[in-house]
């Protein structure tokens, strides 16, 4: 039995060998750039969000920046595109960038159909309404007959029709390209309620002209699994920011956090080893350094810390971890071990 086995991890060893060094073609083309090119939102508190100078912050600005960190040792290698929910994908598909990371949800339609591969679930989300505080609507069900706001391109109209429709519901909705253009007609009184994501709807509270004159329904009604895509055809790049992303889960679990990584460096613990490329070449798998997650970790911090300051308590959004929270705090974020 123990010769069967053996066989077996160097058979695999051999294949996972192979694999790393058939290269990803991505990969190279990034190096070659010197920068990682990203799609992101068009203006989303918390999540892609350019200040006044031009820099980008935000959870999904930060896998983009972990991405980089891992590549080149430098997280502001990284050149942005603002594209619209419509665009994004078609974007994506004709290499405007290398990677969509964009409060993006994961269907199975998206996954199949339109040529792409969605790598991780970087935010457990839902879909929620904002109404005005006076309008005396305390729940999604006191919304029939009303006329609602959201951005066209987005599962949110189909989300609203299958809601309403399995209500007996009426409604009338009017989209809109642009995120800002639905929220703005929202504000100035053209609908009773907007719809998005409810992580959004918590950032858009705040750009509205009386954010406390404005309420978000407590009910979600849809599952809004969020995450970043690649193009489909190349494995190796959608393995870099797959493991990307679970690195910096794997080190929030571990107690592995920006502050102290070179303390962690000294870690006899055999899972942090492993993750901080001190034990084993998992790496090099991935045609990366072995100190590709020390580079994360360091550059752009766990994945819990990255949660805080975007939306979490670091941030004017004060969104709780919830569904977010690590599954040995009873939340939904989970990866598998590095070995």
Same mark, same amino acid.
């Not at 053996?6 to 750039?33: C, F, M, R, W």
């Not at 029709?161 to 053209?190: N, P, V, W």
């Given at each position: 039995?123990?010769? *069967?086995?053996? *066989?077996?991890?160097?058979?695999a060893?051999?294949?996972?060998?192979?694999?790393?060094?058939?290269?990803?073609?991505?990969?190279?083309?990034?190096?070659?750039?010197?920068?990682?090119?990203?799609g992101?939102?068009d203006?989303?508190?918390?999540f892609?969000?350019?200040?006044?100078?031009?820099?980008?912050?935000?959870?999904?600005?930060?896998?983009?920046?972990?991405?980089?960190?891992? @590549?080149?040792?430098?997280p502001?290698a990284?050149?942005?595109?603002?594209?619209?929910?419509?665009?994004r994908?078609?974007?994506?598909?004709?290499?405007?960038?290398?990677?969509?990371?964009?409060?993006?949800?994961?269907?199975m339609?998206?996954?199949?159909?339109?040529?792409?591969?969605?790598?991780?679930?970087?935010?457990?989300?839902?879909?929620?309404? @904002?109404?005005? *505080?006076?309008?005396?609507? *305390?729940?999604?069900?006191?919304?029939?007959?009303?006329?609602?706001?959201?951005?066209?391109?987005?599962?949110?109209?189909?989300?609203?029709?299958?809601?309403?429709?399995?209500?007996?519901?009426?409604?009338?909705?009017?989209?809109?390209?642009?995120?800002?253009e639905?929220?703005?007609?929202?504000?100035?009184?053209?609908?009773?309620?907007?719809?998005?994501?409810?992580?959004?709807?918590?950032?858009?509270?705040l750009?509205?002209?009386?954010?406390?004159?404005?309420?978000?329904?407590?009910e979600?009604?849809?599952?809004?699994?969020?995450?970043?895509?690649?193009?489909?055809?190349?494995?190796?790049?959608?393995?870099?920011?797959?493991?990307?992303f679970?690195?910096?889960?794997?080190?929030?679990?571990?107690g592995?956090?920006?502050q102290? @990584?070179?303390?962690?460096?000294?870690?006899?613990?055999?899972?942090?080893?492993?993750?901080?490329?001190?034990?084993?070449?998992?790496?090099e798998?991935?045609?990366?350094t072995?100190?590709?997650?020390?580079?994360?970790?360091?550059?752009?911090?766990?994945?819990?810390?990255?949660f805080?300051?975007?939306v979490?308590?670091?941030s004017?959004?004060q969104?709780?971890?919830?569904?977010n929270?690590?599954?040995?705090n009873?939340?939904?974020?989970?990866?598998?071990? @590095?070995?």
């Amino acid at each position: 039995m123990k010769t *069967a086995l053996s *066989a077996v991890l160097i058979a695999a060893a051999a294949v996972a060998t192979a694999h790393a060094q058939s290269g990803s073609p991505t990969l190279e083309k990034v190096k070659k750039d010197g920068y990682l090119k990203c799609g992101v939102s068009d203006g989303l508190a918390g999540f892609s969000n350019p200040d006044a100078q031009g820099n980008w912050t935000g959870i999904d600005v930060d896998v983009c920046r972990a991405v980089a960190a891992a @590549i080149f040792d430098d997280p502001n290698a990284v050149r942005y595109t603002a594209t619209t929910a419509k665009e994004r994908f078609t974007a994506l598909q004709s290499g405007e960038f290398d990677l969509l990371s964009r409060n993006t949800t994961i269907t199975m339609q998206r996954d199949v159909a339109l040529g792409l591969e969605f790598t991780n679930v970087t935010y457990y989300d839902g879909q929620g309404f @904002i109404v005005k *505080a006076g309008s005396g609507v *305390a729940s999604v069900n006191d919304l029939n007959g009303a006329t609602i706001c959201t951005q066209s391109g987005t599962t949110t109209e189909l989300n609203v029709a299958d809601y309403f429709g399995s209500h007996g519901m009426q409604y009338q909705i009017l989209t809109f390209e642009k995120e800002a253009e639905a929220l703005s007609a929202y504000d100035s009184g053209r609908c009773d309620a907007y719809t998005t994501d409810q992580s959004g709807l918590y950032a858009a509270r705040l750009e509205l002209s009386d954010a406390n004159a404005n309420v978000v329904l407590p009910e979600l009604i849809s599952k809004e699994p969020l995450g970043p895509a690649v193009r489909q055809g190349d494995d190796r790049w959608e393995d870099l920011v797959r493991w990307t992303f679970y690195a910096m889960v794997n080190a929030e679990e571990l107690g592995v956090t920006s502050q102290n @990584i070179d303390e962690q460096l000294n870690s006899q613990n055999p899972e942090i080893r492993r993750l901080l490329g001190i034990e084993g070449d998992f790496g090099e798998q991935l045609g990366l350094t072995k100190d590709w997650a020390v580079r994360i970790i360091r550059k752009v911090g766990n994945y819990g810390e990255i949660f805080e300051r975007n939306v979490g308590s670091g941030s004017p959004l004060q969104i709780a971890r919830g569904k977010n929270a690590l599954w040995t705090n009873g939340g939904l974020q989970y990866a598998p071990p @590095i070995r």
